[in-house]
Every structure is written in structure tokens, then in C-alpha cells.
């Protein structure tokens, strides 16, 4: 059993050389991607998912070659080639091979089924550190390919020993590289609503949290989040990932707080159940 | 004899399908370029483009893995291979293959070499009409892959018989998709300062025009272009191209104006004489 992917209609194994090199995601930057996982072997939330992607997809007027249920037919089959209980699909459309590097002709689809990443169960526990970072994402409604900032900070961030970037501008706050953000401020749980992409954790923590807390869904200044008395951002891979520092200045006294371990604890509930 | 390119190593048919799927370029949009043209054979203004190709690495952080010496070794390998007088050559540096989709550990170089583009004399003649877009380019002195927007707005640019967008923000302009903008107010000859890629062919025609008119190199706004006498772009592939239309405004009498047909021959007589 081993790891494969999907390619314009063919199954490879994961390391394959596939790519010609006037893609227009490799000359252009003009590809958009999204990533889910199973739990229990099941697609977490795969409608939804779906949905984004094809949202992606309209937005960036790129075609889409193959349909939800073909697609769900591919998801099956390279999870059964990979052998493992638990897998991360990773789809990428691009622009596709261009003779004039402008002009899109047939997107090309891949279909990337990987290990599941590393989890941070410390980071769970003990919270994480951001950098504030003076920037808001290009069509952030889009999950397009394009998180230059994200890679040309890693040193940076490693210096710093911060886990990821909040990305603010005009003191406004939008989201993580990769995830969504949220606050509380006493028992009401808000997160902003503009310049954001679209997180399906963020949509299942919502929808979690409404019978508990009193959700606000809205612009958020970073003076807001600053003196918030928790902070967390939650993702595919993150859940909801408490934020105990930005920059030099901590979060409510530094520890993960009460509410935001509800909030885990609620997700955790939902996942250890997903498709039983 | 045929066109071929360079990989990491290696010179293969143009057509070669080479990327794995996990490049840093393909997921995350980490990935720069640079593009230029012989003339009588002879790469034009080669430590020009190879010293920029350098500077957005290093800005970038991707460590360049051949020197320019080596480099133009190759250059002179894939001009022998493709047989033609003139050519032209695409330089993509890559983020390279990441495990984790986000670490950079070996970038990915390539070089194609191409058949020059074909070119626009109609356009030079009697000029273009571009789009104001309110937009500029994210880290614009890099020369990163990032033309999402020129791909997106194709199809509106073809409906409204447009050649390219004219980058504007906050009524100051930058530049077009892929080149830089300038503009005559009598005998002045201004072009902005910032936000803008170091144009290899605004900088020849700077240099050309510095005997013939007052050059003023500075912000420029968006009324002053629209009220211009001339206003025409420059890049390796449109040389200096007059822009007569701005949306539905008219730049001046609506068709090229001595000024930028002045440039246009110095440009000429440059080229024509270049190598020899």
C-alpha cells in the first residue's frame, strides 16, 4: 500500500514527475487549491469542501473536469491504495498548459492524497505565538495558491519563535496564513467577517459554539483582539489552536482559557464520532 | 533542431513533463521569473536581467544554483538546439520540492527557450487601448510568478477590445500587467518611481530619452496620465508601445504622438545594432 495521486484522469504513485513547465500555476501563479481530511476513514465535511472548491474554481473561471461524484469515486480509491485508516486530500486546479503563457486552455487537476500532518498537541495545550503582520490576503475569498508571505517569513518566525502570522491592515484584522481567527471577549465569541477565506472548521466552530456562547460575526480591530481575554484560530490541521501571544503581548494572563478548551472539547466530541 | 529547456541539471525537450507535484511553486505560488530576448543573436542586456533574476532570489531567499557564467553556458546550449537566429529566454526559480508544503529546502531552476513571441506592429503603429484597474502588484520589485489578475480579467480585457491593465491605487499608477508606464507632458518625459518591477527596457529607453527630453522619474497620478499629451509602455516584448486609449478615455488626438514615435526610433536603431 503506498501513497498516490490523481492526474487528469490517471492514478500515479505520489512522487511522479507530471508537471510540464508552462503550467500557468508554475509561469502565472494561477492555480487554487483546497485540503480536507477523514476522520474514521470518512471525509470530514467533504460537501462542504467540495462546495469551496467549486466556488474557487467559478471565481477564478477555471472548469471544473470532473464532477462531485466522480471525484468522491478518486477520494476512494487512492484512500484504499494508501492503506491507512486516516489520510489528507489536497486538490489542486491550475490554469494548465498555456503555448502564449496568458491564455488558459485545459485546467489541469490533481488530486494529492498524503499522510495526515504532524498534529501539535502541546500547541493544543499550552497555546501558540503569532507575529502581527501588516497585510490582507489578495482575493481572500479565493484559496488560491499564492502564500508568498507565508514561506518568505519562516525564518523570521522560527527566530521568533512564533508558530504563524496574523495578518492586520488599517488595524483591522483578517485571518492566519492558513486559518481562520477568533476571540472572546467575556462570553461573546467573535471573529471578523471580511478579507477572510471561507474556513469549513471556522463554519463547524460556529455552529458548535451557538447554543454556548453569544456568537458575533463581524469587523475586528487588532486593538480588540490585543485586549481580548482569549484568542484562538482554528483550521484543518489546528482545530482551535489557543493564541497566547502576539508579538510581545499576551493574551489574557498567557494559558489557553476556559471558554477556548470548550470549544475544543466540543470539536473533539464531533470528530471522534464523524461517520459513525 | 528543436526547442529544449534546462532543469536542474539537465537539458530536455521543450515538451518535457518534469515537475513533481509537491513544488513549492505548484502549492504555494513561491516561485520568481525572468524573461528576455536575443537581437542578432546576442542576449540583450544580459547582466541587466541576470543581475535582477539575482535580486528577486535573494529577496525571495532562494539560493541561485549556477552562476552567470555557467548560465550563459546553457543559454548558448539551448540557442545552438533550437537553430533559430533570435529567441527568447524564460527563467523560472521555484520554491523547490517541500514535504511539508511549506519548507524550502532545494530550489527548482529553470530555463526554457522559446520562440520569440509574436509581435504587435499594428499596435506600435496606431496603439492600444488598456483598462484602469485598481490594484498593485503585491512586493512589486520582485519578479514573482504572481499574475492572477492579468489571467482573470482576460476575457473582460478581450470584450472590451483591450490590450492590458494600467495599475492604479489610490489615484497614484504603477504600471501595466507586465510593463512599465510612461507619459509625455510636452517635452517631459515621467515615469513613476514606485511600486513598479525594474523594467529592463524603461531603464534602455530612460537612458535613450536622457539627451532628447526633461526626464522626471516620480509618483505619478492617475488624472495627470489621463491628461497627457502621449502616454506609451515598455517591456522586452512591446519595446515602447503607445497607449491611446485609457478606458473610455482618449489620450490626446486618440494616435501615437511624435514623441513616443521619437523613442520608438532611438529604440530601433539600439536593437539593431545590438551584438554587432
Redesign the interface.
Known amino acids: 500500500m503506498s501513497y498516490h495521486?490523481y492526474?487528469n484522469g490517471q492514478i500515479l504513485p505520489?512522487?511522479?514527475?507530471?508537471?510540464?513547465?508552462?503550467?500557468?500555476?508554475?509561469?502565472?501563479?494561477?492555480?487554487m487549491?483546497d485540503y480536507f481530511r477523514t476522520y474514521n476513514g470518512v471525509p470530514f465535511r467533504w460537501n462542504d469542501y467540495w462546495a469551496r472548491f467549486e466556488n474557487s474554481a467559478r471565481l477564478?473561471?477555471l472548469p471544473l473536469p470532473v464532477s462531485q461524484e466522480e471525484t468522491a469515486a478518486i477520494l476512494t480509491e487512492l484512500h484504499t491504495r494508501a492503506g491507512e485508516a486516516e489520510v489528507a486530500f489536497?486538490f489542486?486546479l491550475?490554469?494548465g498548459y498555456s503555448a502564449?503563457?496568458?491564455?488558459?486552455v485545459q485546467p489541469n487537476f490533481?488530486i494529492?492524497c498524503e499522510p495526515l500532518?504532524k498534529d501539535n498537541p502541546a500547541g493544543l495545550l499550552k497555546g501558540i505565538k503569532v507575529l502581527p503582520y501588516d497585510y490582507v490576503r489578495?482575493?481572500p475569498e479565493i484559496k488560491?495558491?499564492?502564500?508568498?508571505h507565508?514561506?518568505?517569513m519562516?525564518?523570521e518566525m522560527k527566530q521568533q519563535q512564533a508558530a504563524d502570522l496574523l495578518f492586520h491592515k488599517d488595524n483591522e484584522i483578517s485571518e492566519l496564513t492558513r486559518s481562520n481567527v477568533f476571540l472572546f471577549k467575556g462570553d461573546s465569541l467573535i471573529t471578523p467577517d471580511r478579507n477572510i477565506l471561507n474556513g469549513i472548521t471556522r463554519r463547524t466552530v460556529l455552529e458548535l459554539a451557538a447554543p454556548h456562547f453569544d456568537v458575533q460575526v463581524r469587523p475586528v480591530l487588532l486593538d480588540e483582539l490585543l485586549h481580548a481575554n482569549e484568542v484562538f484560530t482554528t483550521s484543518t490541521t489546528k482545530w482551535a489552536m489557543p493564541i497566547v501571544q502576539v508579538g510581545e503581548h499576551t493574551i489574557g494572563n498567557g494559558t489557553p482559557g476556559n471558554r477556548t478548551l470548550k470549544i475544543q472539547e466540543l470539536f473533539v466530541k464531533l470528530v471522534e464520532q464523524w461517520g459513525k
Open positions: 495521486l492526474f505520489i512522487e511522479s514527475a507530471l508537471f510540464q513547465t508552462n503550467d500557468l500555476s508554475l509561469l502565472r501563479g494561477y492555480g487549491f477564478l473561471k489536497r489542486v491550475t490554469g502564449d503563457s496568458v491564455s488558459v490533481l494529492r500532518p489578495d482575493l488560491t495558491t499564492n502564500y508568498v507565508m514561506i518568505l519562516a525564518d
